[in-house]
């Protein structure tokens, strides 16, 4: 079973990129939850900390624990059931990074897989034939000695999707410590390979609550080459 261990960065504390009445965004850095879990020590979180300075900050969607970049917060109900709404209804559009162990041959492709939780051991998602559809694309942005840097876009929106689709591609996340073990690549100790996840929502693009204006974020990835 995975042990987490939860050490929240301090700096940046909050990151935030914009907001209005409706909404607030902010650039999540890695090992930040989301939201709040169970345990008293999980207290502190995108959403709680936000909360200190906005109390009426809403959760509208989540990125895991150990992935960095753009989340969009509500500040209210209507615009909480909006932008939950575009997002369930694939009205926004997601777009990461990520650098990927090997070098990957195409220079892009799909993959389309479906996933569902691994019952024995969760957390953990697997492929599953008789889970929910999952579709990824990705695109290859550069290829470097022993690794791959990957412009990812899920069309779908399910738990590790892009996690477990690039361990299926045979190219796990750099940093992953959840899914970078007994894989091919499990000599090379891929999960100790970098200090962090090598994923981050670089780009988010979805229409404003109130205006139905266009908008995009951007936070730039932190994963340069060497």
Known sequence: MQIFHYQ???????????????????????????????????????????QRLYPDTLLVHRLDCATSGIMV???????????????????????????????????????????????????????????????????????????????????????HQLRVHMLALGHPILGDDFYGQDTPFADTTVELARPRLCLHAQSLSLSHPYSGKPLQFVSPHPFSGS
């Open 8 to 50: 929240p960065p301090a700096l940046p504390w909050l990151d935030i990129r914009y907001r209005d009445r409706d909404l607030i965004v902010i650039s999540k850095p890695s090992g930040l939850l989301s939201n709040p879990g169970r345990a008293p020590e999980t207290h502190d979180c995108a959403l709680t900390r936000l």
């Open 73 to 159: 917060f509500a500040r209210n109900k209507k615009a909480e059931s909006n932008l939950k709404t575009q997002f369930q209804d694939r009205h926004t559009e997601k777009l990461y990074i990520a650098e990927v162990a090997g070098i990957v041959e195409p220079d892009e492709g799909e993959i389309d897989l479906p996933l569902g939780a691994d019952k024995l051991n969760p957390p953990w998602q697997q492929v599953d034939i008789e889970g929910k559809s999952a579709l990824t694309r990705f695109k290859v942005l550069e290829r470097r000695q022993d690794s791959t840097l990957l412009q990812l876009m899920p069309l779908t929106g399910r738990t």
